[in-house]
């Protein structure tokens, strides 16, 4: 027997098993098929690709997939027909959610509830992990697979038993495969729906050009193809000696092919003929959450769209993975706190001290934290004639509680607001959020009900992520930086910032915001930079605007900062002939670039930087030139100080180094360039090491991903070319988007494995051969792969990985070669001697003298961040682009 990996269904035979797979589009990470067999963790793109795959990796196992050897018993309803422990955990879930009560399933636990979350969370504290040993003999049943196979097929003779043969001998059709057969339609038009879906709204593939696709498709299957089904029907008959008159066998070809199930459903009445029908499929089978429309002004036909968040954040709960990530989470952060005791370790905005300080959310309750980010952006060429014409604000928004790195996917930002910049300034904040803050306010006062956890759950806004002038602009502080008051961390002036640190500036506190905004009121202009009050923190209870608005690493460094120191040490080392302005962009352009910093390359210094005083560049661009750029002291304080900045892991001592590196640079800058002022960045800048006690590492809240979610909009008006109330088109198409995304993310997984193949122990070489024996004895097959994605991170032979910390100094090792077994990743690892290099602000890397490998897993990983190695200088040089401290792995 055969054992579905994804669902309880269990098929005769392997190719069976693949028409499964086909039929009910069971996939892996993204929309990916997994592999069938249990230790192969290969994904492919295509069906046909997992079906060849198969063929070859795998023509010699016929063993079964799956462990039907152990079944699982239900205690209140008797059920036994489980076979994994992850459905008998989900059947027990629908027990809680009638609210009854359930007793532990593990030995010698006396706890009971009726309540999911108790029980999910009892589960994950007192009973991980644990092995079959360790659940009630009265729970788990052990059966021999022969007998498995032999019941099974019992079954399939039992249904088959009163069926009477056909004229024609052939496998008997029983009442199991006729429900199958009944529900063929059903589930090839929900598998066309979601092709469909896809092409339209994540593809942009126009419904004009779909349409006219559909048309011929349909044409092909039907009509076009009877003359071919005709013919192939009078080879079978005559294959038999039949002789069967030609209007029968036009009969039979015409009636094969109108009944074609494909055609039927994309056919003119069909429920996936046109774009409105297709709309309201969507909408009626995948739970789309669709945009509101808000009229700004009637008469001048002004409006804006609003996504509900309360009914979108009951959409994105009910799935389970994402709810038990959450959970999860929630659970991993108080086992963090316990376990680091009085040492302060930063690894999300849950360990700073403005969620400590906030009594609504620093509880053992579960509470919802949204992390708003509002930015306007253009759909249209910016340099055209319809500058600005189209230019938009968007409102986004992310789940807050779940793991730092889990908002990489676009697909995981999610849309709030979307109305033209032009009508916000018209009508302001306060019309335009209206309704956003009518359902942030319910989320404060009565919570979300979650049907898994049979209960409401109350949450907040945590933080609004914005760059400088969009945050300005919604906490009410003024908006120009050329203003005496520049700072909404403290209450600096513009004229002194070069000649005092941050640090002696009076902080704003929420005591201090009130007396200026008091003033300010009063007097109808602005006090120490507060112009008016913050819309979010004037009706939300648990937000306050002095601890809300975290800086922007993005625009403050790396397009702020970077660009323009770079602009100035440029001019002065090409003015002391160094170097040429050419030289230079000779090296950048033929440098060789590997992995993910080919995409990253920075572009060619401009003729006029000196006159610009800013050699240009988009933030990745100059994050990856200061890798290779170690020319002197100021820039390589800059690196360090992005490469402490951009760490996703702080400590006291880590932000302490932050400190002094930042008032180094600061002395040194000045001291080389005292003629030229700083900038308020630099000011901002300063604020960071006090930044990241507050609101954890400044990484996780940056605008870089929030950003790259403008490109699907502006995708959206490149591909519909349709400007008639944009936002509307905009908005609907990115809620299809979403529900399709929610559709398929129960089938995620975190690992993806292109190419690979299961191999003995014995035929591998001899020093890996032993590594693998001495940390796996019992391991005689293993899977190896040249490359591989694990939670989005790519890894290749050759990458150089940091796996541990000698003497306060970064371990590396290069991968030799990937091995995966039951779900873990293990690298088979060379090891160096590395020493750092204060010129390059790198490490030397050579071989050990005992040219030692070994065999590391994933998780043992210092850090996750693959990195390459550079040839310069006869010297191999290896640079960090996060910090690294012992700390990033605790657990």
Known sequence: MWQCKHCVTRESSRYKLLQHYKLHHHYGIGQHYLCIYVNCPCTFKTWSGLNTHVYKAHSSQFTQTASSSVTFKCELCNCSDVFSERDFFVHIGTHLRSNETVSCVFLGCP?????????????????????????????????????????????????????????????????????????QPELIERKL??????????????????????????????????????????????????????????????????????????GKCGPLATPYKRKLYYIQNFRVVEPVEYFLSIDQRKSFQYIPLLQLLQEILSHNKLLDRVIEEQIAQENRENLNGDQRVYRSFRDGEHYKRNNFLDVEKLRISINLYIDDFEVCNPLGTSCKKHKLCGVYWVLGNLPPGSHSALSSIYLAVLCKSEDLRTFGFEKVFDPLLRDLVTLEQHGVFISQLNEC???????????????????????????????????????????????????????????????????????????????????LSHFHVTAGYPPDVAHDLLEGIIPVELAHCFSFLISKKYFTLE?????????????????????AIPQTFSLKKNIGGNAHENWSLLQDEPAWHIVLDLKDIVELVIAPVQSDESISYLECKISEHRQRYQELFPNNSLLPKHHYLEHYPALIRHFGPLVHK?????????????????????????????????????????????????????????????VLKSDIAVAIKQRLPDETDVHITKSMSYNGMNYSTGMIVVHGQLFGLSEFAEILQIFILHGRIYFFVKKFSAWYREHFRAFELDMSHAREVSLIEHGELLNDYPLAAYSVGGLRLVTLKRHTNLQGKQE
């Not at 896809?198 to 076009?224: N, Q, T, W, Y």
């Not at 993806?752 to 014995?762: A, I, Q, T, Y």
């Open 457 to 539: 759950i109350k949450g907040t806004v945590s933080c609004v992520i914005a760059d400088n002038l969009g945050a300005h602009g919604l906490a009410g502080f003024v908006e120009s930086f050329s203003a005496e008051y520049i700072c909404r961390f403290c209450t600096a002036k513009k004229s002194e910032i070069k000649s005092v640190t941050a640090g002696d500036f009076e902080r704003r506190t929420p005591e201090l915001h009130e007396f200026h905004l008091k003033r300010a009121q009063e007097t109808a202009s602005a006090c120490c930079g507060v112009k008016r009050d913050c819309i979010l923190s004037k009706n």
């Open 193 to 266: 729906a979601v092709i469909l879906l896809k092409l339209e709204h994540i593809f942009h593939v126009p419904a004009k050009g779909l349409d006219e696709f559909l048309e011929e498709l349909v044409f092909l299957l039907s009509s076009a193809s009877v003359p071919l089904t005709k013919r192939t029907i009078t080879e079978i008959f005559k294959s038999h000696n039949l002789h069967i008159i030609q209007a029968v066998i036009e009969e039979l070809a015409n009636s094969v092919c109108v009944s074609n199930p494909v055609a039927k459903i994309l």
């Open 702 to 762: 940056w605008t870089m991903r929030f950003e790259a979610k403008h490109s699907f909009f502006k995708q959206i008006a490149r591909h519909t070319n349709c400007f008639k109330n944009i936002p509307v088109t905009l908005a609907k198409k990115h809620q299809l988007m979403i529900a399709s995304d929610l559709h398929s993310s129960d089938h995620k997984t975190p690992l993806m494995v292109n190419v690979g193949s299961s191999v003995p122990v014995d």
């Open 583 to 603: 030289k230079l962009n000779n090296l950048i352009q033929n440098f060789e670039y590997k992995w993910a910093d080919k995409t990253n390359r920075p572009h």
């Open 111 to 183: 706890f009971k509830t009726n309540i999911y979350n108790t029980f999910y969370t009892h589960k994950k504290r007192k009973h991980h992990p644990h092995t079959l040993k360790d659940f009630k003999g009265s729970v788990v049943t052990r059966v021999d697979p022969v007998q498995v196979i032999e019941s099974s097929d019992n079954v399939r003779a039992s249904c088959s038993a009163d069926v009477s043969y056909g004229e024609f001998e052939s496998e008997s059709v029983t009442e199991c495969d006729n429900s199958a057969v009944e529900n």
